[in-house]
């Protein structure tokens, strides 16, 4: 008597074995291959468009609330190198928004301990933290050590804002800025626009003010949100410093981060 038997997988079973035969059927064909982590991204991109993104460089400044979702997003989605640059150390009060912000990661630098995040994610993924603020005196040491394709600037101090813009500009290296997340609380107020075309943000004016170049502020594009910020917001002061500190929600500057990547990831696999 002949006994058949049978089975079944579940729906994750399924796509597991599905990854399995996919990654080995590429290596077979000689093609570009990937880890598993990336199969998805390649059924939605495609092939030659993931092989893009694993071919590029990509340096994040800033990473706070919105350049640390914006790696973080850059990297999960199959950027193949990551140039993280930052000098600040994280701290308490950055638990409510940084992604990089954990129990377990105050006291630490930024750049360090978002490498280490990185590299936990994709572990083919490179990363060169570079834990420093940028100024004049390492601006051109760390842009001539790399060939750039493309800039995230996600930095707070309208200083280096600029002098990264200004840098960017002069190179030819595509970038996209982040405008102020802060004393913002409504999603449907973020987009990307031009720096010239923005209003209502104080740190879209400043930079403005800093560049003094028409050409640059119709050319930049930058994340921003012309949501209205409440004077009594503005006048608001910190209870603990005595300083006046900047208001954040949890979402605002993740989503600001989410524009930024997408941006990125756009501009690299129309190339």
Not at 39 to 58: H, I, P, Q, W, Y
Not at 159 to 170: D, E, R, T, V, Y
């Amino acid at each position: 008597m002949r006994v058949l038997y049978s089975f079944s997988l579940s729906e994750q079973d399924c796509f597991q074995l599905f990854c399995i035969v996919y990654f080995f059927k590429n290596i077979q064909q000689n093609s570009h291959c990937m880890s598993i982590e990336l199969v998805r991204t390649e059924l939605l991109l495609g092939k030659d468009n993931v092989a893009k993104l694993l071919s590029a460089r990509v340096l994040v400044a800033g990473l706070g609330g919105v350049g640390g979702f914006a790696a973080e997003l850059l990297c999960r989605a199959g950027i193949g190198e990551i140039i993280l640059v930052d000098g600040d150390c994280v701290e308490e009060s950055n638990l409510n928004r940084q992604i990089v912000a954990l129990r377990s990661t105050i006291g630490k630098n930024k750049a360090i301990a978002m490498a280490e995040r990185l590299r936990d994610i994709r572990e083919s993924v490179i990363i060169e933290p570079i834990p420093l603020f940028l100024s004049e005196d390492n601006i051109d040491l760390i842009l001539n050590r790399y060939q750039i394709d493309f800039i995230v600037d996600a930095i707070d101090s309208v200083g280096p804002k600029c002098m990264l813009i200004n840098q960017a500009f002069s190179r030819n290296i595509p970038i996209v800025s982040s405008m102020g997340s802060g004393f913002r609380k409504d999603c449907g107020r973020v987009c990307l626009t031009k720096l010239s075309d923005t209003y209502q943000d104080g740190l879209s004016r400043a930079v403005r003010q800093q560049l003094k170049n028409r050409a640059i502020a119709d050319k930049l594009t930058v994340v921003f949100s012309d949501e209205p910020v409440s004077e009594n917001i503005l006048n608001g002061g910190d209870s603990y410093s005595g300083k006046r500190v900047i208001g954040t929600i949890s979402y605002i500057p993740s989503l600001f981060g989410c524009y930024l990547a997408q941006y990125v990831i756009t501009g690299l696999i129309k190339e």
